[in-house]
């Protein structure tokens, strides 16, 4: 109505992914009488196919989730450890793990989807792939930003002499460029999702199909072993939780680097957004200075220890943050790792939401790292890899630098919300280092100013990078940003849309009535399915 997206509410279950074939996947589950844990699994796997250059079963993530049978949140940690092999002497730049075989993480997504089905989905896992395998083997039509993601991608990995002929093979046929209704049929997925369904997740951790993506890394130079992938086990965690406003935020602890995000509110906590114009000048250079001090405050204590985790979030130092944030000075700081980096594009994960009649509720954010991960598809599996090891710290002189077994930090934040104890909201977003930043500032939009979720999700964000650069979304007024550039951002405006700020998917539960409302981002191809 009046040109936007109706609201989409449902008392029975509900899925807010980010490709309409994917919502729709994990609503069957739904109405066939599988919950959210189930459906989280066909969500997942759907999106394997339907945004390969996203996320798919060789990538890796985390889920939080509210099981209302226990009553408590949980965090089930899928990113397995750095490769013990890898050979991190060798590098001196994160950039020279961007592409190819030794930028290939172990495998993490299929182990983590085979768990939430284990402990507490209803069906089999095979049921939760079936949606997957059809996919996969009728094909699907390319929709706009599918299109713009291959053809973005096709020049830049055609460089890539010895991985390109297997990636054209199972995306492209050798097409220079797609079109719009473009069927990308996966033969060679289906097959490999039908041997998962029959033989269970061990077909990859510690099978056939584990060997065969060794031994193709072996082929092209990588340092993933068998035993790294035999090692993979899904761990169980409790959330980290801080405050904001009336609500419990829920999300990863360490070594995720989620901790930016809670920092990040819990600095806001200090501030009355009421008195502060929604988009202005005011509001945007508080969220703003709080978010890259936030940033800071992270890459300075990456995975820090509990007892140091707790002093970072404890409101002494939320205070010595917030005295920061209202001192004026210009702010100059990284947002990204321990040395400034450039701003080197987006990077390519998912979220999804999932909430079912039962009162359980999931929120996913997986991943591949860059579009097309590594750009290594094993050939006969239809798998891309990720690139995981990209996000890994090399540099020498770095006090985080990365050791072979180290845990792999990850900044996903996939967030749960809690008021007096009950779930009332899931979100979450891709970005890359981005997560950490736009999360805080759709719960601004959301709790502060009272938007309805959707318009939350819709209003403009910026993302922030290394120094003092910002790069908000053109539809914030001109005025405005022109008087954040006088008080030290270094304003660079995108587009009036840009995935660069993430594509957020989220769920809110009216805790009286039970009610869920879903949210989608526009940013990507985001869908709300009803159950």
């Given at each position: 109505m009046h040109g936007k997206r109706p609201t989409i509410t449902s008392l029975h279950g509900l899925v807010a992914a980010a490709h309409p074939l994917a919502a729709q996947a994990g609503a069957k589950l739904l109405s066939s009488g599988g919950n959210a844990f189930d459906a989280a699994a066909a969500?997942?796997?759907?999106?394997?196919?339907?945004?390969?250059?996203?996320?798919?079963?060789?990538?890796?993530?985390?889920?939080?989730?509210?099981i209302a049978a226990e009553q408590r949140v949980r965090v089930l940690d899928f990113v397995p450890p750095v490769p013990a092999r890898l050979p991190v002497e060798r590098f001196r730049r994160r950039e020279d793990l961007q592409r190819?075989?030794?930028?290939?993480?172990?495998?993490?997504n299929?182990?983590?989807?085979?768990?939430?089905?284990?402990?507490?989905?209803?069906?089999?896992?095979?049921?939760?792939?079936?949606?997957?395998?059809?996919?996969?083997?009728?094909?699907?039509?390319?929709?706009?930003?599918?299109?713009?993601?291959?053809?973005?991608?096709?020049?830049?990995?055609r460089r890539w002499t010895a991985l390109y002929e297997d990636w054209a093979n199972t995306y492209t046929g050798g097409a220079a460029s797609v079109a719009l209704g473009h069927i990308v049929r996966q033969p060679e997925l289906a097959t490999t999702l039908e041997a998962i369904a029959a033989d269970g997740w061990r077909h990859l951790y510690g099978g056939n199909l584990g060997e065969a993506i060794v031994a193709h890394l072996r082929r092209l130079g990588g340092c993933l072993t068998l035993?790294?992938?035999?090692?993979?086990?899904?761990?169980?965690?409790?959330?980290?939780?801080?405050?904001?406003?009336?609500?419990s935020i829920n999300t990863l602890p360490p070594p995720s680097e989620a901790f930016q995000f809670l920092l990040t509110l819990r600095i806001l906590d200090g501030f009355d957004f009421s008195s502060l114009e929604r988009n202005g000048i005011e509001h945007l250079d508080t969220l703003w200075r709080a978010i890259r001090l936030a940033a800071g405050e992270r890459i300075a204590n990456n995975n820090p220890a509990p007892d140091r985790l707790a002093q970072i979030l404890s409101e002494r130092n939320a205070a010595r943050l917030r005295a920061r944030?209202?001192?004026?000075?210009?702010?100059?700081?990284?947002?990204?790792?321990?040395?400034?980096?450039?701003?080197?594009?987006?990077?390519?994960?998912?979220?999804?939401?999932?909430?079912?009649?039962?009162?359980?509720?999931?929120?996913?954010?997986?991943s591949l790292g860059s579009p097309f991960g590594s750009g290594v598809v094993v050939p006969g599996t239809g798998l891309c890899l990720n690139n995981f090891l990209y996000w890994t710290d090399?540099?020498?002189?770095?006090?985080?630098?990365t050791r072979p077994g180290d845990p792999l930090p990850v900044c996903m934040a996939p967030s749960v919300s809690l008021h007096n104890g009950k779930p009332v909201l899931a979100l979450?977003?891709?970005?890359?280092?981005?997560?950490?930043?736009?999360?805080?500032?759709?719960m601004v939009q959301y709790l502060d100013y009272g938007l309805a979720l959707q318009d939350a999700i819709e209003a403009p964000r910026a993302r922030l990078w290394d120094g003092c650069l910002v790069e908000p979304e053109a539809r914030l007024e001109a005025s405005v940003l022109a008087a954040l550039a006088k008080r030290g951002h270094k304003i660079e405006t995108g587009g009036a849309w840009t995935m660069r700020v993430g594509g957020m998917q989220a769920i809110a539960i009216d805790a009286a009535t039970g009610l869920m409302t879903g949210a989608c981002d526009p940013r990507r191809d985001g869908y709300v399915a009803t159950a």
């Open positions: 969500t997942a796997a759907a999106l394997n196919v339907v945004e390969p250059f996203m996320s798919g079963l060789a990538g890796l993530g985390y889920a939080t989730c509210y190819g075989a030794l930028s290939v993480g172990t495998p993490g299929l182990a983590g989807w085979a768990e939430l089905v284990r402990a507490y989905g209803k069906k089999p896992l095979g049921a939760a792939l079936a949606p997957a395998i059809a996919l996969a083997r009728d094909g699907f039509a390319l929709a706009e930003f599918g299109v713009a993601e291959f053809n973005e991608q096709i020049p830049l990995l035993d790294d992938i035999k090692a993979v086990r899904p761990v169980w965690k409790e959330p980290l939780a801080a405050r904001y406003r009336d609500l944030v209202k001192d004026g000075t210009a702010l100059i700081g990284p947002t990204e790792q321990w040395l400034p980096a450039t701003a080197a594009g987006e990077h390519h994960t998912t979220s999804f939401s999932i909430g079912d009649r039962e009162g359980n509720l999931v929120c996913i954010t997986q090399v540099n020498p002189l770095s006090p985080n630098r979450g977003t891709p970005g890359s280092y981005g997560i950490l930043q736009t999360q805080a500032q759709a």
